[in-house]
Nanobody, 115 residues
């Protein structure tokens, strides 16, 4: 059974930082690319950042230079360090392994950035 448990969200002022964590079980974590997504009401879930098994990272233009994705294969955990947060970063954040064609999602963690 695949489980994804996101944590680390909260309320922060604009310009602040948060570090999200996602603990993963039920898959061979080291063999799975991972992604962080976010969703706001009325909008589709969007890919924010991804990290390949070899460590190659990619970011949405809106977060480049501010967010950093990383992984710890020993802990089966993926992280998202978010700096210089903006009110438009407010969303529910989800992590997701690349297990195509099956999609697994956790419960997400709410990030709220006040202006």
């Amino acid at each position: 059974q695949v489980q994804l448990v996101e944590s680390g969200g909260g309320l922060v002022q604009a310009g602040g930082s948060l570090r999200l964590s996602c603990a993963v079980s039920g898959i061979i974590f080291s063999r799975s690319a991972m992604g962080w997504y976010r969703q706001t009401p009325g909008k589709e879930r969007e890919l924010v950042a991804s990290i390949a098994t070899g460590g190659t990272t990619n970011y949405a233009d809106s977060v480049k230079g501010r967010f950093t994705i990383s992984r710890d294969n020993a802990k089966n955990t993926v992280y998202l360090q978010m700096n210089s947060l903006k009110p438009e970063d407010t969303a529910v954040y989800y992590c997701k392994p690349d297990t195509w064609p099956v999609n697994y999602w956790g419960q997400g963690t709410q990030v709220t950035v006040s202006s």
